[in-house]
């Protein structure tokens, strides 16, 4: 049954305390505000907040079960992403990596034309996450690539939804710190949006850049063992690799080798994320500083407040003297490259500022030596352009053979 529009409050002026994001006790939540919608680049999402109740060992029930439908209302048409016919703004619920269940928040966008007997196949977005504080859902920020990314698959005949992480804007951290609770979060918007949008065909598969492309790695391996039987999950795309984000955050340490300005922005965000009274002993005064600004900026103000900062100059004491603190990092950053139930494209460009590209090459040849489900691809240009190019065409092709 599609789910009804419903009025939409406004959020209680409060913030609220940061709580672990690797406990594992299951949490009932009650309660729930959103508050009014963010446009960016033609994409319009709402921000959703959940209230935590007392602990329980009760799975969740009723509207709060993952994967259901809280609100939702429609885009206005002059909001529409380009190639986009109609909209639907929703929150929903998914259990985040802490065992709780949140609301959070996304959109579905249906293209233009007319709609196949099965419904528009459905591409969901996993972006690359921009901050923790509740301004930075997906479509407030990066506004250039994120649009063209959902409008080139709209004018392809897909519906594309674009969820945002869990957590972000509440206690704790979105969950782009843990792969497989922001993968099942992907797919329950996608499981939500199918009733939101009566249009949308069963079928879906997941495009995934950056961190993104984590969670895109990840449902090619767990999501067809978890769906409902109402999805139909045929695999994904994975580009700009974080291989090795781990490593840094693990291995961080007054002595850490200098990296990518974007990576050293996303690690200062992961550190803001994780309980502070097991970050605060390792955090140098630079540190504090940029933890700080981490929960009130989202990543381009960031990124300028950081400067030329290294990743060298956040701690004053390596983390690895936070043994609990190093394994639970390492568990929720893995990045598997065996065991994939559906087709995975695994894309890595010979020029790319974003990663080590040769470690980046090593695991996409392993992954597919691993796997017959993987697909690698490599462009031989030196031209940062038409590499782009390459990889849009290969995705693409891809993505027409998993329909």
């Not at 139909?232 to 990518?260: C, E, H, I, M, N």
């Not at 691809?377 to 329909?403: H, I, P, V």
């Amino acid at each position: 049954m599609t789910a009804q529009p419903r009025r939409i409050p406004a959020a209680p002026d409060h913030t609220p305390s940061r709580r672990s994001v690797f406990t594992s006790r299951p949490v009932k939540t009650v309660g729930a505000a959103v508050v009014a919608a963010g446009l960016v680049g033609g994409v319009c999402v709402t921000q959703a907040f959940a209230d935590p109740a007392p602990s329980t060992d009760e799975a969740p029930r009723g509207g709060q079960t993952a994967g259901t439908v809280f609100a939702n209302r429609p885009v206005a048409d002059g909001d529409l992403a380009a190639g986009a016919a109609n909209g639907q703004q929703y929150s929903f619920w998914t259990q985040g990596s802490d065992g709780r269940t949140h609301l959070t928040t996304a959109v579905v966008l249906t293209p233009k034309g007319k709609k196949p007997a099965s419904g528009w196949p459905v591409i969901a977005y996993a972006h690359d996450a921009d901050g923790i504080s509740s301004k930075c859902g997906p479509t407030k920020s990066k506004v250039a690539r994120d649009t063209d990314m959902v409008s080139d698959l709209l004018r392809n005949d897909y519906a594309v939804i674009v969820p945002d992480y869990s957590v972000v804007g509440t206690a704790g951290s979105p969950q782009y710190v843990d792969y497989s609770a922001a993968a099942q979060g992907v797919a329950d918007a996608v499981r939500a949006g199918l009733d939101v949008e009566p249009a949308l065909s069963s079928k879906w598969a997941a495009v995934g850049d950056e961190q993104g492309a984590a969670v895109a790695v990840d449902l090619a391996r767990s999501a067809s063992s978890s769906e409902s039987p109402k999805l139909d999950f045929r695999g994904a795309t994975a580009t700009t690799l974080p291989v090795g984000y781990a490593d840094v955050v693990t291995g961080l340490s007054p002595q850490s080798a200098k990296v990518s300005p974007s990576t050293v922005t996303d690690v200062v965000y992961t550190l803001a994320s994780l309980p502070s009274d097991e970050v605060e002993s390792l955090l140098s005064e630079r540190g504090r500083e940029l933890v700080a600004k981490a929960g009130d900026e989202c990543a381009p103000a960031l990124s300028k407040a950081i400067g030329s900062s290294n990743v060298a100059d956040l701690v004053r004491v390596p983390i690895s003297s936070k043994r609990s603190l190093v394994t639970d990092l390492r568990k929720q950053l893995a990045l598997p490259s065996s065991g994939f139930s559906r087709p995975l494209m695994l894309s890595q460009k010979l020029v790319d500022d974003d990663t080590d590209v040769p470690t980046n090459l090593q695991y996409v040849t392993t992954a597919q030596l691993a796997s017959n489900k993987v697909t690698a691809k490599t462009y031989l240009t030196g031209d940062a352009r038409d590499a782009d190019r390459q990889e849009k065409s290969a995705l693409t092709d891809f993505l027409k053979k998993l329909f």
